[in-house]
């Protein structure tokens, strides 16, 4: 007879099917179970964590889980917030990218997920935008690594000039499909500022890290580069 946990079961409920993960509590026993939930206020040591038990939503208390079972709590509360992301949701299905000579539609071998997202406000007309784009392509291609994306948001207004852009320029990261550039006001171009080239870093909850606009003065995208170099030696 399998041993379960101490549980509060609050709502009996269907959920859609997920990954199973084994929990356990500090005296060792297990069940096998979906994670739905962390339940946390504010900062504080999480309540419970929500599970699905065969179809069952059912409350584990955080005090009776082991340390590791915590820490795979943890693990997928942060999974599931960085999935709920429009901009991590966006990196796997409206960008385009360069492939050898072509631009091609980016469809990834398992879905982003960078810590640090830098959105580059880039032009193929603007002088000092093909000024400072040299630099960014070296920048990507000696730091490129899981923690960080480049995302180009281009204010051309012709497909073509855009692509011919970043060919080249041999741009190595992901640019917003043109189509979907002017759609994009609450998400990739909300942050823009008034001059280009500009450059943003966001986590990915869309909350800002540095800015090439700081109120109303321009900063120029490299300051927000070597923010991004900081950003990313930090976590080394």
């Given at each position: 007879?399998k041993t ?13 099917k997920?990954?199973?993960?084994t929990?356990?509590d ?7 179970a979906s ?5 946390q206020?504010d900062?504080?040591?999480p309540?419970s ?6 179809s069952?939503?059912?409350d584990?208390k955080?005090?009776?889980?082991s ?13 599931l ?6 901009f991590?949701?966006e990196?796997?299905?409206n960008?385009v990218?360069l ?6 539609s980016?469809?990834p071998e398992?879905?982003?997920n960078p ?5 580059y406000?880039?032009a193929?007309?603007?002088p000092?935008?093909?000024v ?9 291609n000696?730091?490129?690594s ?6 180009l948001?281009?204010?051309d207004?012709?497909?073509?000039a ?5 060919k080249?320029d041999?741009?190595p990261w992901l640019?917003l499909?043109h189509?979907k550039i ?5 998400t990739?171009?909300s942050f ?9 870093i966001?986590d990915p909850?869309g909350?800002?890290?540095?800015h090439?606009h700081?109120?109303?003065k ?10 991004l170099?900081k950003?990313?030696s930090q976590?080394s």
């Open positions: 007879m379960y946990l101490p549980l509060i079961i609050l709502i009996l409920m269907p959920f859609l997920a990954s199973e993960h929990w356990l500090t005296k060792g026993r297990s069940i096998t994670f739905i939930k962390l339940n206020e900062t504080q040591q309540l964590v929500t599970v699905d038990v065969k069952q939503k059912v584990i955080w005090e009776l889980l340390l590791a079972s915590q820490e795979q709590a943890l693990k997928l509360d942060k999974e917030t960085l999935s709920k992301s429009p991590i949701q990196l796997s299905k960008m990218k492939d050898g000579k072509s631009i091609k980016y469809k398992k879905a982003p810590k640090y997202i830098a959105i406000y880039s193929s007309w603007c000092p935008c093909k400072f784009t040299p630099k960014l392509v070296e920048f990507y000696k730091n490129k899981d923690k960080f994306e480049i995302v948001v281009s204010s207004k012709e497909k073509k855009m692509e011919d852009y970043i080249d041999k741009m640019a499909k189509s002017d759609s994009s006001t609450d990739w171009k823009a500022g008034r001059s280009i080239p500009g450059m943003v966001i909850q909350n800002v890290l540095s090439s700081v109120d109303d321009y900063l120029g995208p490299t300051k927000v580069m070597n923010d170099q950003l990313i976590d």
